[in-house]
């Protein structure tokens, strides 16, 4: 479980309780947790079962993504034209294509990472598989009607895929692939794509009160280059650069300094659960230099995203030096011209802002086989088959070791108690029932314990150092406020071993060696 796929389950969660408008969110995406509630109707689990149910649900995914693959590959492959030995010298291909999907998929995605990124990769492929359907000579108007259903589709994977499937349908207008393509049927698939978005962008322009496809990259442009604190709640200042806050959290004490956050936002833990509406207020400012030094950052993740592959630079380099034929024969894919610049133009959108592996898994693997594509139809057999077998070997025996390591480890650890059961079991032991209200001290994004108990996070002391260091009447004043919030308990994660403070806590180790102090608070009569 990760913060983000708690967010997810919360909404999934809410959307079961009271219905469907719970899946609009200004930050998150709605088909990966409406995917979730499908899994929880029809599975019902308890609280210890609901992360197994949940990568069950990646299992399935992944199933589905390897069919949209398929159905990229047969489409990327499959020219209406090819002769008899075109498609001989495909089918020593499409090994290589499944294992650099394959080893993408799995190293930067994951089918562990409770995110919806493989809902987008599969999308991103059904939607490259549907652009080169429509490339084909005699193509109807359905095919471009569907191609931007798929892309609509995209948009509600992520938001990001509204700007690309813009992209790519731009692209094709101005650059069309073959000379038999028509461009008005472009303009039908844009409103097809229009269409479909059409109804998730009226509910979020609606929620966060003015025009939008999704606060997500407003957001992570805040966080990421104009340097917005994160995590910790933004309560703004006099002379704040980032804009005046229109819905901070409450400060509740200055010192420590507790948030509070009790209201209106759901979830297990509310700023992380809609951080659009804890953020409203903030403005997006262009810096030059934060900008120059969010790219230095972003180029630096890209190259050693590339240092994990010397294979497939090495497979080029080979390819490049076994060339005989100068003279650039037909591509199979000679309809997808398409595909590098619209890769390109994602992986830069990304550059801009942030990087991570699973963002941009995809790309790479649609990257990758445009480059050797256009290089292993200039060799002969022997040699072609020789580099990608030499490629996919450099790529899936380091990777064996370490997925053996992983293994190895995995099978160790079955025996012992996830740490958030042992946690929300101490919880329980001391007297917090569901519904109840926590208060954190220091970070709580990985409180998966809070979701375990069924309890809610409403306030978080920022400081750890600050906390226990405090004085006396300062730490009685915390419990007093904290009480009349109705928190019932108090949790800290590694607290120091020596404190003023350390009279009625509850100890609990976890398996995995983290130790977690328990606070009981006293309430009134009416357990508030």
Not at 263 to 285: C, F, H, N, Q, S
Not at 387 to 410: G, H, I, K, N, Y
């Amino acid at each position: 479980m990760n913060p983000d796929g708690m967010s997810y389950l919360d909404m999934a969660s809410e959307t079961l309780k009271s219905g469907p408008h719970n899946l609009v969110n200004g930050h998150w995406s709605p088909l990966y947790p409406a995917l979730i509630s499908l899994m929880f109707f029809i599975f019902h689990p308890s609280p210890g079962l609901e992360f197994p149910v949940i990568h069950l649900l990646n299992f399935l995914l992944f199933a589905a993504v390897l069919g949209c693959f398929t159905f990229f590959i047969t489409s990327w492959l499959a020219p209406q034209d090819w002769s008899v030995k075109d498609k001989e010298e495909a089918d020593y291909a499409i090994p290589f294509c499944f294992g650099i999907f394959l080893w993408f998929t799995m190293e930067f995605i994951t089918v562990s990472e409770v995110s919806p990124d493989l809902c987008m990769a599969g999308i991103v492929f059904l939607g490259a598989g549907s652009c080169c359907r429509i490339s084909f000579a005699g193509s109807n108007r359905r095919s471009f009607a569907v191609f931007g259903v798929v892309l609509g589709l995209g948009y509600y994977t992520k938001s990001p895929l509204f700007v690309l499937g813009l992209a790519l349908l731009a692209i094709l207008f101005i650059w069309p692939p073959s000379r038999s393509f028509n461009r008005a049927r472009v303009l039908l698939a844009g409103l097809t794509f229009l269409i479909v978005t059409a109804p998730l962008v009226a509910l979020i322009s609606k929620q966060v009160g003015h025009p939008s496809i999704g606060e997500a990259g407003r957001l992570n442009y805040e966080w990421q280059v104009n340097g917005m604190p994160l995590y910790t709640g933004w309560t703004g200042s006099t002379d704040d650069v980032h804009g005046v806050p229109e819905h901070p959290p409450r400060i509740l004490f200055d010192r420590p300094r507790t948030l509070e956050f009790t209201e209106p936002v759901k979830g297990t833990y509310p700023l992380w659960y809609d951080p659009t509406y804890w953020y409203a207020g903030a403005k997006i400012r262009f810096n030059l230099r934060e900008q120059m030094a969010v790219l230095k950052t972003t180029l630096g993740a890209y190259y050693q995203l590339c240092i994990r592959t010397p294979g497939l630079f090495a497979g080029v380099l080979m390819l490049c030096i076994s060339i005989r034929n100068r003279k650039i024969r037909r591509a199979p894919d000679g309809n997808s011209r398409w595909l590098v610049p619209w890769v390109l133009g994602a992986l830069s959108m990304y550059a801009v802002v942030h990087v991570e592996p699973r963002y941009v898994a995809a790309y790479f693997v649609l990257f990758w086989l445009a480059v050797y594509n256009f290089l292993w139809q200039r060799v002969t057999a022997g040699a072609r088959i020789a580099v990608l077998l030499t490629v996919l070997l450099t790529l899936f025996v380091p990777s064996s070791f370490t997925l053996v390591a992983e293994t190895t480890q995995a099978l160790r650890e079955r025996a012992r108690r996830p740490d958030y059961v042992v946690v929300g079991e101490a919880l329980r032991a001391a007297g917090v029932h569901r519904e109840d209200r926590l208060a954190t001290v220091g970070y709580s994004l990985d409180a998966f314990y809070a979701r375990y108990a069924g309890a809610q996070i409403v306030a978080q002391i920022i400081d750890p150092s600050e906390f226990w260091l405090s004085s006396e009447s300062d730490f009685e004043a915390v419990k007093k406020g904290l009480t009349n919030l109705g928190v019932k308990a108090i949790v800290s994660r590694n607290a120091p071993a020596v404190s003023g403070h350390a009279g009625g806590w509850r100890e609990v180790v976890t398996p995995s060696g983290d130790r977690y102090s328990i606070l009981t608070l006293k309430t009134d009569s009416s357990g508030r």
